[in-house]
Structures are given as C-alpha cells and as structure tokens.
C-alpha cells in the first residue's frame, strides 16, 4: 500500500548563540493512510519538532516530505494553504491553544472562516454536526474556554482541526494535560473517529501508556534521531535498543495505566547543540563500547519491519 506520509532523512536545525540545535536530525519513515504513527521520547528528544516540521509550522533545514504521493518539502504560500485543509495538529494544552475570548461556537467556526469560503449557514450545519461528533452538548455552543473543563477544551481542539475534514492530523501530546479519568474518554473518541474517516495520526507523546493504546506503529527518539521503530505490539514484545528497553521498563503494562512513571537512567539526555559523532545515547547507556563514542549506529532492519541504531543491537539481544 501507498504510503500517506513518506518523510525521508528529515532535518530540523536551529542556530542558537552557543552553537546549532540538531533538533531532528536524519529522521526517515512512513505512514500508510488510516494508521497512527506513535512518536514517543523523553521532553527534548525532538518529537514535537518533527511534527511541526512536518507539517510546515516550520521549515525543514534537509530532506524531503512526501503527503498523498507529492512532495511538499518546499510549499508556496498558495499550496501551504491547501495542505492546511488535509494536514492539521491538535494542541496539547487547549486553554493556551483556544482564544478566551471567542465562544466555542466562535472557536469552531474559525478554521471554516478563514480556510472555506463556507457562507453563515454551512457553517452552523458543520458546526453543530462537528460538535456532535466529538461529544460537545449543544448547551455549550455559548460558552466561553474559561468556563469549560479540559476535556471539553480539548474536545473544541479536536473540533476544530476536523471540520475541514482533514485526513492527516498531528496529535502532540493531546492528552497529556488532562485529568487521568478524562484521558481514555478523549483517546477513545480520537480513535472513533480515525476509524470512521481513515484519518491517519501522528501522535506525539512521552506517555508510553497512551502510546501502546493508541498506535499501530512505534518511533522512539532520543535527541533527535530514531533509535527504534517497528509496530506497536513488535516493540513492546522485541524491544531492543538499551533506551526503548529502559523506557519500557518503567511501565506497568496491564492497559492504561495512568501513573506517572519514572524513567530510571543515570544522566540526564545530553545536549542537542553541536553533537558529537557517535551513539547519542553513548553517556547514558550501560553497554557503552569505544565505537559508540566513535561512530554513529546505522539504522537497520534487525527483524522484518523493525529498525534499530545500536552497534551492540544483535550481540546484546542474541540475535
Ligand atoms: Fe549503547 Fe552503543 Fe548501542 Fe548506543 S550504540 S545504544 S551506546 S550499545
Ligand atoms: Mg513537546
């Protein structure tokens, strides 16, 4: 099957006084329509920046985008308006997100006004049946952000990146500011209405439980890079890279289960300023050898459809 999304040696590179962040660095996959795309990591490891860049919220610095078999690497501002009619993100904090002084109906109707040239009563038509669809009473239409919980916050976000009809959405962390007994509610509905319109998700999160539950397949990154990708059940039956193995090992895996973890590495993530060639993960892994600190692990295909970059990888899983 044809990929939605095929994102090829990405790079994402910002210059900062005391040198240049390599905040995605060399970041190579693919999406097939109707998927979800589970991206996880600890705070700094990039992942919210692949999804932004992804997207063109900011531009790549190398490599190359393909959505829907056309390369979007480089958009005018004309087809970068299309995009945002199939591309579109969900926030992870909806109160920061939504505009305090616009209604929910005001906030809902917004992308339609400023993307469609929908006139008054299409808009009420897709508002309302948009409202129904994620779960928001009609009594709300007049309320304002402030006055609403989060899940109904978020449910607004989630609102209003559907109601062009996208069908590709980028989720960043969309749960993750939530109560813990709002948060399967809003996966739940998400994953409904993937179902319903073959959306496909990115979903970008630090929260390995939320990651499991909702994702097909699985990228870990670690400062920038892709230390391990493979589908969901794969990797956390396989999982083979020294850092997935101890990300994974600070969670209870019984469903979801909505503690918060403690990842239990020696160090904190290095710096993505000027890396140094080599292992990112070299400082903080217990099986560290000279070459790590040498040379950087290629990306390999270690069992069908699972990439891992580790030199070790084979010698330290028997395989
Ligand atoms: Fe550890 Fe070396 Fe593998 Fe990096 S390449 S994860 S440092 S064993
Ligand atoms: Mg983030």
Known sequence: REPILDVRHLKKYFPVAAGVVHAV?????????????????????????????????????????????????????????????????????????????MSLYQSIAEPLRIMTDAGEEEIKQRVYETMKIVGLAERYVNTYPHELDGGRRQRIGIARALIINPSFIVCDEPVSALDVSI???????????????????????????????????????YLGQTVEKAASNELFEYRLHPYTKALLSAVPLPDIDHEKKHIELKGEITSPINPKPGCRFAPRCPYAADVCFRTTPAHEEVRPNHFVSCHRVRELNGL
């Open 183 to 221: 948060q399967a509610q809003i996966l739940n509905l998400m994953r409904d209405i993937q179902d319903e319109r073959q959306l496909t998700y990115i979903f970008v999160t630090h929260d390995l439980s939320v990651v499991k539950y909702i994702s097909d397949d699985i990228m870990v990154m």
């Open 25 to 101: 660095d060399d970041v190579t996959f693919t999406i097939e329509k109707g998927k979800t795309l589970g991206v996880v990591g600890e705070s700094g490891c990039g992942k919210s920046t692949l999804g932004r860049t992804i997207l063109h919220l900011q531009e790549s610095t190398a490599g190359q985008i393909f959505f829907e078999g056309q390369d979007i690497t480089h958009v005018n501002r004309k087809e970068l308006s299309q995009l945002r009619r199939k591309m579109q993100i969900i926030f992870q904090d909806p109160f920061s997100s939504l505009n305090p002084r």
